[in-house]
């Protein structure tokens, strides 16, 4: 593993020429529309990390980049005639992570990231050479660590973890330096003024000090949302950023639609903390939740769509046009249109002191940060799905002995056929039917778990320190605040399943009907696992949130 805590995979070597590739005379011809040259004496600064740094293609010289560490400079590459600097936080509009000088002297083409915007929307050829560039250079940052922060904090800690997940899955670099195990920890403690008890620490560019800060401080801390005009009004707000989130925001976005998603945790939703899909299509060899909604993210951007993280919605005000929609932070944005994508999340266990254990020995996610905690220990899975399946696969690498535990008879009713081989094909996960967790106990972590039998009434009670609880499905739709009609469960009701009687509740004011995806109130549709019959599965989510923006050019069009 690296110092951040992702997996060491990453084979930079073999991915050079992709990583840094030479544009050919033709090339750079077609982008000098969207530029103009500079020249630069050997040893200038041409951007710094923190700064908005500008694309550059080199015409004559060298262009070094380099990651700044405190005092030292960790050199990333030099870039030749014919080559670009830049990553992902060029399309994002985040601040540059690296720092680039002219090694010798310079002449370049300039490029605002807002004209590179353009430019990859634009030319199909230049747009693959420098996206698939971009994420190959953020995958290498990642693997090195090399970004603006630094966390200390504990394996032990329930707020370390959360604050490595949501860098990890905001596909953000860093360096952790963990207190139970630094030898030379109290001078770093000294230089920020700052103690073990105020773990987890975060500290940005090294200046900026964050005490155990939550995810919107750290996004605040890191750049990683954009300013915003509160009487702007966008075609469409789509919030939440699981599957049917990003791919709407994808398609309007491509569309020409003016697009912002908001998302209250990290992009991914569930899929987001899934180890590995297989069923996907276009990927026979599957792909990590994160790879797949990180790619998806860089490509809603690419497009123009801007995403807000830890900025969730929490409030829809549906009795104004255009919709109002307050966030979590206190900003407020304007639409025309709404695509709630909230997603769902896991039920929770019914066992008393479960909130003393989360992040502490109970889990929701199942990725290399939390497996990195579990190391060789036996691990508890609850639940029967295609997620808890591919929790306990993966899981079962690297644990000694992987429990699942599920409340029926069998997974053939909740997992897919090729879950459920496997499992059965690994010797070190054990399917624990008709059974349920109904104690926990520990100090400070969770040290034991009790589980009853159902069919006999027996309880076992195991030394086992973590549990990953993968079960149910809870709507997200408190902020929607009586807006649209929910069925039973919560869960949004859309299209044909909004009867006579629910729309006359909800007075519906048109003479059509609501379209597929639409709910109860006009020009507010609904996607993904929040809605009320939607399949379960990513791929579906995927196409309804694609589906959907044709729906709402419908209703623009009325």
Known sequence: MSQSGFP????????????????????????????HEESFPAGTLLWDQGDDAPFYVVLEGQLEVVHPFGAAEHPVVVHEAGQFNGEMSMLFGRRALVRGRAKTALRTLRIEPARLQALVQTDSELSEIVMRAFILRRVGLLSEGWGDALVIGSQSS???????????????????????????????????HVRTEDIPILICRGERVLKCPTDA????????????????????????????????????????????????????????????IENYLGFPTGISGQALMARSVAQAQKFGARILVARGAAKLHCDVTPFRLDLDGGETLQARTIVIATGAQYRKL??????????????????????????????????????????????????????????????????????IRRIDEMPNITLHRRTRIVGLSGVDQLEQVTWRDEATGSETTWPIRHVFSMAGAV??????????????????????????????????????????????????????????????????????GSVCIQLVHRVFAE
């Not at 973890?161 to 899955?169: C, H, I, N, S, T």
């Not at 609904?526 to 019959?533: E, L, Q, Y």
Request: aromatic letters at 8%.
């Open 8 to 35: 060491v995979g990453f084979d930079r070597q073999s991915r050079e020429r992709q990583m840094f590739p030479a544009l050919n005379a033709a090339q750079i011809r077609r982008m000098r529309p969207f530029g």
């Open 158 to 192: 329930a707020a370390t973890l959360r604050v490595q997940a949501f860098l990890m899955r905001n596909g953000q670099p860093y360096q952790y330096v963990d207190v139970d195990r630094e030898p030379d920890l109290q001078s770093l403690l000294d230089r920020f």
């Open 217 to 276: 401080e750290v996004a605040d801390c890191l750049g990683l949302n954009p300013s915003l005009d509160p009487a702007h009004v966008f075609d469409t707000i789509v919030c939440g950023a699981g599957p049917g989130g990003l791919a709407a925001a994808v398609y309007a976005a491509s569309e020409g639609l003016d697009v912002i998603i908001v998302e209250g945790a990290v992009p991914g939703g569930q899929a987001g903390g899934s180890s590995k």
């Open 350 to 419: 019914e066992i008393p002191d479960l909130a003393r254990f989360e992040g502490a020995g109970v889990y929701y996610a199942a990725t290399f940060v939390e497996a990195q905690r579990c190391g060789t220990d036996e691990v508890i899975v609850v639940g029967g799905a295609n997620s808890a399946g591919q929790a306990a696969t993966f899981l079962a690498r690297s644990a000694s002995q992987v429990h699942m535990v599920i409340r029926g008879p069998d997974l053939a009713e909740s997992m897919s056929r090729y879950l």
């Open 475 to 544: 709507p997200n739709t408190a902020w929607l605040d009586r807006c649209v009609a929910l069925d039973g469960r919560g869960f949004v009701l859309t299209g044909s399943d909004l009867t006579p009687d629910a729309l006359d509740k909800a007075r519906w004011p048109l003479a059509r009907t609501p379209m597929l995806f639409e709910t109860s109130q006009p020009r507010v549709f609904c996607v993904g696992d929040v809605r009320a019959s939607s399949v379960k599965r990513v791929a579906s989510a995927v196409g309804e």
